[in-house]
């Protein structure tokens, strides 16, 4: 099955404890991304991915690091988390030339 | 820079009901648009999608046209049930290679029965 897959699904942390989110696709896409949604704004776009090796920020990079040494896995990176990063998150990666996203089932982080 | 606005919610229809979700662009070039679903707990689902002026994007019953001229985008249905409660979110994207998905806030939509 053709799919996003995303963990942990939840996950409740810490202020200033590391920690990594994994996405992978099974989809051989070339370009993936994450975003984060918040009540009231949306998804923005945290970090994206053109293919192996190649990152670039989005809108909201602040706080987050991405890395792509293999063309199925994204991970997401928080070095240092705080309060303001609580939010759910989603993978998604990119079919085609008319930009149809496919979305993992997102994470739901928590930062006390 | 681009950006995308839906009509607020929660919209609130009983079942059966005809429902319409506006969504306006603003764009600097030729986007293509898309509906997405969210149902509770999931991830984002395409629903559909338009890829230039005057395509019409359909599925499962819902509807949605490209309209250059008013820069709209607006999702309808003619008879909703239970099972379409869920939060909607328009979009666009520019078709240039590294562009991302520009959502507008979403639209909560609760059908009763």
């Known amino acids: 099955e053709a799919q996003v897959t995303q963990n942990p699904r939840y996950l409740i942390t810490v202020t200033g404890k590391k920690l990594t989110v994994t996405c992978s696709q099974n989809m051989n896409h070339e370009y993936m991304s994450w975003y984060r949604q918040d009540p009231g704004l949306g998804l923005r776009q945290i970090y994206y991915s053109m293919n192996v090796e190649v990152t670039d920020k989005g809108d909201v990079p602040e706080g987050y690091k991405v890395s792509r040494k293999e063309k199925r896995n994204f991970p997401l990176i928080l070095e240092s988390p705080s309060p303001n990063q609580t939010s759910l998150y989603f993978c998604a990666s990119r079919k085609g030339e008319y930009n149809e996203q496919f979305f993992g089932p997102g994470t739901r982080l928590t930062v006390l | 820079g681009d950006s995308v606005t839906q009509m607020e919610g929660p919209v609130t229809l009983s079942e059966e009901a005809f429902l319409t979700i506006n969504c306006t662009y603003t764009?600097?070039?030729?986007?293509?648009l898309f509906w997405y679903v969210q149902y509770p707990g999931e991830g984002l689902q395409l629903l559909l999608k338009?890829?230039?002026?005057?395509d019409k994007g359909s599925n499962k019953g819902f509807e949605a046209t490209y309209r250059k001229e008013t820069t709209s985008f607006h999702l309808e249905k003619g008879s909703v049930q239970v099972s379409d409660s869920a939060v909607y979110f328009c979009a666009l994207s520019e078709n240039q290679a590294g562009t991302a998905l520009i959502f507008g806030k979403g639209t909560t939509l609760s059908v009763s029965s």
């Open positions: 764009a600097t070039g030729y986007p293509s």
């Open positions: 338009a890829t230039k002026a005057d």
